[in-house]
């Protein structure tokens, strides 16, 4: 079946900086892909959706100047959160949708 | 927008037993209910799906049921195995291929003792 990879599958970092997280599909094209946050023992929280060649779209309440997405091909996606604090210390997902959704296998990010 | 219910929020069962797991949702446009597995640290896993036009759907030990006219949708896994344990996510959206964006329940816990 088709996959999903996301890179790093975590990070530590100091408060203040700002973390990059990759998402490709490895194996299929994929003009729309999504990004999530899962706080732990919580269900996924769509943060918004990455359009190939366009702006993203954003869930109501995230902040798209600090989760910056870009989509430059149909098989990479990146989430950027900047200037992060420890309350941005969660487990992020993103997913493309090829005949199903697919979703990788996460990025856990850790601020101090 | 669309809101799924998800219950219980934990199971546990004894290996071999059978495992229930019950969805409502809100939304009677949402045609596609995919089910996922969720292991610890690691990315939801999708492991069947079921559409509107279809009532039951069953593969080896898992099975979905959907009653579109009470909004529901259940998955059941029988014969369980501790491999089994593992969070799982029931979801509803609408749309066809790859334009859809599904709503996640809250999550249930399953924990099968060996």
């Known amino acids: 079946g088709a996959v999903v990879s996301q890179h790093p599958s975590w990070v530590i970092c100091k408060s203040g900086t700002s973390v990059k997280i990759e998402c490709r599909s490895l194996?299929?094209?994929?003009?729309?892909m999504f990004w999530y946050r899962q706080f732990p023992k919580q269900s996924l929280m769509l943060m918004a959706t990455?359009?190939?060649?366009?702006?993203?779209?954003?869930e109501q309440g995230v902040e798209k100047d600090k989760f910056l997405i870009n989509h430059a091909s149909l098989t990479l996606s990146t989430l950027t959160v900047t200037s992060a604090h420890p309350e941005d210390s969660s487990f992020y997902i993103c997913?493309?949708?090829?005949?199903?959704?697919?979703f990788g296998p996460g990025t856990r990010l850790t601020v101090l | 927008g669309e809101n799924v219910e998800q219950h219980p929020s934990t199971l546990s069962v004894q290996e071999g037993d059978s495992a229930v797991i019950k969805c409502t949702y809100s939304d009677s446009a949402s045609n596609y209910f995919p089910w996922y597995k969720q292991e610890l640290g690691k990315g939801p896993q999708l492991i069947i799906d079921i559409r509107s036009n279809v009532g039951e759907k069953k593969d080896q030990r898992i099975a979905v049921t959907l009653n579109k006219t009470a909004k529901h949708f259940s998955l059941h896994i029988t014969e369980t195995q501790p491999e089994d344990s593992a969070v799982y996510f029931c979801?509803?959206?609408?749309?066809?291929?790859?334009?859809?964006?599904?709503?996640f329940g809250r999550g249930t816990s399953l924990i099968v003792h060996p």
């Open positions: 979801a509803a959206s609408y749309g066809s291929g790859g334009s859809y964006i599904p709503t």
């Open positions: 990455s359009n190939e060649g366009s702006k993203a779209t954003y």
């Open positions: 194996d299929f094209q994929a003009t729309t």
């Open positions: 997913s493309a949708n090829g005949d199903e959704q697919f």
